[in-house]
């Protein structure tokens, strides 16, 4: 059969190129699909509009169909040719057009469909945030509509639907992390699914991919953009949408003011005694409005809470060890639903104290020349140095200074030194310590003190 060759033998004529020229109706007709072997318009009106096809073969034969092209239910339509071009001026929407040509084992198996879309322009009458939906990760519209599905069907007779694109804009907020602040971000995408049955929210998928709203703004709907082509655009809007959701930003620094202090840390890992921990937190405010931090210090046996503030920036010295767990609680005054939180741990570590029992001054310049202690979470210290006869060579209150081995100026002869050293750990006990620390020395060093002295 002529059709049966049409739609299998034939196939291996099938090109991408555009077989058909389509004009007419209002404004320039619009090429929505060109795929399944078959070129898909849209127009606007059918006044003055026209299908015309060229080719080397004169004379040929215009078909149609509605659903399925085969010969039992495609009809033949009339044309005006004029040498080897030959236009069809009285097309119908919803109907595949097609060519079949005359001549012997080849034959034309491209074809065009017109949908006529002043049928099917989009009626926004309405447009509402869906009471019912959870806003904080995202929002859902709904509203009064007519969207009728635009269906056309491919020579096999399998019916495909052209996605309309909408458009939504509003205004919303943009964090900068390298500014540490949000700026304001205009949003204005297109997406391809109805705007009554889409959730938009950062979901990574990209049609569905809106920043969150996180200000007061008006939002707009407008489209489709097939109406936005011809000219009919339409638009509805929300003027004053109150923000729901939420986004928190947070940032932490810890400096250790304890003696030899303002070392920057940061709060990963294990922190020295006394160390000040500045917690802030940045919201779109005022739609965040509830800030809530808590301290709570990890017994073994159970929690203690330690302090609760309210305030987007908390200040707090942790000055004993153990283990912390600090709360933040970002929440909307406008919804119960929208809330954020977050858990800082901290851990301070024990009290730690050695004191080495030798050093050789002025010997090895850089190593081991001073007698110096090592420390961990050292609240408060002071210590001395005296020889045998008690005579205090040397004071200080820095642990991380000490005794170059010197008195007045000049090294002290070799031999045993004794220290003394008061200090208090994170757990607020004071300890001291006692001991002796050998000076070992050379010969060549002339400089010495006189150990009677």
């Keep these: 059969m002529l059709f049966a060759c049409m739609l299998s033998i034939c196939a291996m004529y099938a090109q991408d190129t555009e077989y058909y020229t389509v004009t007419g109706g209002k404004g320039t007709p619009l090429q929505v699909a060109n795929s399944d072997r078959i070129q898909v318009y849209l127009v606007y009106g059918l006044e003055n509009l026209q299908i015309s096809y060229t080719s080397p073969s004169t004379p040929h034969q215009w078909y149609r169909y509605k659903i399925k092209a085969d010969e039992n239910e495609v009809e033949k339509v009339s044309s005006v040719q004029t040498g080897t071009t030959s236009v069809v001026t009285d097309a119908e929407e919803g109907y595949g057009y097609f060519v079949l040509e005359e001549k012997e084992n080849w034959f034309m198996n491209r074809f065009v469909w ?7 322009e989009p009626d926004l009458r309405s447009f509402r945030v869906a009471p019912d939906f959870e806003e904080c990760e995202g929002i859902r519209f709904e509203g009064d509509a007519d969207i009728r599905d635009l269906v056309y069907y491919t020579p096999t007779g399998s019916p495909k639907q052209i996605n309309r694109e909408f458009e939504l804009s509003y205004s919303t907020l943009e964090w900068n ?46 489209g489709d953009l097939f109406a936005r082509h011809f000219g009919v655009e339409k ?12 986004e928190v930003h947070t940032d932490t620094a810890a400096v250790y003011i304890g003696p030899g202090g303002n ?7 294990e922190l020295l005694a006394p160390t000040e921990v500045t917690f802030r937190a940045d919201a779109n405010i005022p739609v ?33 060890d153990g283990a912390y767990e600090v ?10 639903k929208c809330e954020y939180r977050a858990i800082f741990n901290i851990v301070i570590t024990e009290t730690l104290l050695e004191i080495p029992n030798a050093f050789s001054p002025g010997c090895t310049p850089g190593i081991n020349d001073i007698f110096r202690v090592r420390s961990k979470s050292v609240v408060n210290f002071r210590g001395w140095i ?5 005579t205090e060579l040397f004071q200080w209150t820095d642990p991380s200074q ?24 994170t757990n607020g006990r004071k300890r001291v310590r006692k001991g002796d620390v050998n000076v070992f020395r050379t010969k060549d060093i002339k400089m010495e003190a006189d150990p009677a002295e």
């Excluded at 017109?114 to 099917?120: A, E, K, V």
């Excluded at 638009?235 to 939420?246: F, K, L, R, T, W």
């Excluded at 070392?263 to 890992?269: D, F, K, N, T």
Aim: aromatic share 16%.
């Design 114 to 120: 017109i949908m006529d879309y002043s049928n099917y």
């Design 402 to 425: 000490g005794w170059d081995g010197t008195y007045r100026g000049k090294y002290v002869p070799a031999g045993a030194y004794y220290y003394l050293i008061e200090y208090t750990g």
């Design 327 to 336: 709360e933040l609680e970002v929440s909307s005054s406008r919804s119960k």
């Design 235 to 246: 638009s509805v809007s929300i003027p004053y949408y109150e923000a729901q959701a939420i």
């Design 177 to 222: 992390d390298a500014l540490k602040s949000f700026s304001p971000l205009e949003v204005s995408k297109t997406f391809n699914t109805n705007p009554f049955a889409t959730t938009f929210r950062p979901s990574g998928v990209s049609e569905r991919n809106f920043p969150l709203i996180l200000t007061d703004t008006e939002i707009l709907l407008s």
């Design 288 to 320: 965040a409005s509830v800030f809530i931090w808590k301290i709570l210090r990890l017994n073994e046996s159970d929690t203690t809470e330690l302090i609760r503030f309210n305030g987007e920036e908390l200040v707090y010295t942790f000055d004993r």
């Design 386 to 390: 005296f020889n045998r006869w008690g």
């Design 263 to 269: 070392v920057q840390a940061e709060i990963e890992g």
